[in-house]
T-cell receptor
Framework: DAMVIQNPRYQVTQFGKPVTLSCSQT?????MYWYQQKSSQAPKLLFH???????NEADTPDNFQSRRPNTSFCFLDIRSPGLGDAAMYLC?????????????FGNGTRLTVT | AQTVTQSQPEMSVQEAETVTLSCTYD???????LFWYKQPPSRQMILVIR??????QNATENRFSVNFQKAAKSFSLKISDSQLGDAAMYFC?????????????FGAGTRLTVKP
């Protein structure tokens, strides 16, 4: 089945130790998103790619970076995780705008910072 | 930036009854897309229903329907014949119009409890 896959499902890292979260998709969608979701809050958009065009949200901390080496894969790098970065990180994909294409979400990676 | 507001942090409904979840949004655009997503506990976010702003007719998907009031910038979700499996967080979402970006923004969510 075509899907969005996030690995790992759970990630524990130490304060200040770089960590990378990964996302892959078999939907061949042009657009890929990274959201941060803290407990009982709305998913907050960090950035998204339209093909290789990177779109960073104005309030996304510099600590967060992303890479998209090809259509299928996208990575979220947190250079120096702080305790406040503990959250669920959601990856999603969609077809480009111009239709009402919904987002297809992965299962998320829950990040714990110790 | 566009904002999405869900004013009901929690709602409850009796099984088989009907419940309406509220959503309002702020935009200066005339063309855009609206969505309701469901997120069960510890599970994946899934699409419930979608609406194009240029369509006057309210979207319907089985037991789920919306009341889209464009002038009022309101987009409520009605769940009829509620089932235990409907218990989840429900998020209202706004997607920017064609040519204005692909970003999708979410409201704070409404936690729906279904009582047997």
């Amino acid at each position: 089945d075509a899907m969005v896959i996030q690995n790992p499902r759970y990630q524990v890292t130490q304060f200040g130790k770089p960590v990378t979260l990964s996302c892959s998709q078999t939907l061949n969608h042009n657009v890929m998103y990274w959201y941060q979701q803290k407990s009982s809050q709305a998913p907050k958009l960090l950035f998204h790619y339209y093909d290789k065009d990177f779109n960073n949200e104005a309030d996304t901390p510099d600590n967060f970076q992303s890479r998209r080496p090809n259509t299928s894969f996208c990575f979220l790098d947190i250079r120096s995780p702080g305790l406040g970065d503990a959250a669920m990180y959601l990856c999603a994909t969609s077809r480009p705008d111009g239709d009402n294409s919904p987002l297809h979400f992965g299962n998320g990676t829950r990040l714990t910072v110790t | 930036a566009q904002t999405v507001t869900q004013s009901q942090p929690e709602m409850s409904v009796q099984e088989a009854e009907t419940v309406t979840l509220s959503c309002t949004y702020d935009t200066s655009e005339s063309d855009y897309y609206l969505f309701w997503y469901k997120q069960p506990p510890s599970r994946q976010m899934i699409l419930v229903i979608r609406q194009e702003a240029y369509k006057q007719q309210n979207a319907t998907e089985n037991r789920f329907s919306v009341n889209f009031q464009k002038a009022a910038k309101s987009f409520s979700l009605k769940i009829s014949d509620s089932q235990l499996g409907d218990a989840a967080m429900y998020f209202c979402a706004y997607r920017s119009p064609p040519g204005k970006g692909n970003d999708m923004r979410f409201g704070a969510g409404t936690r729906l409890t279904v009582k047997p």
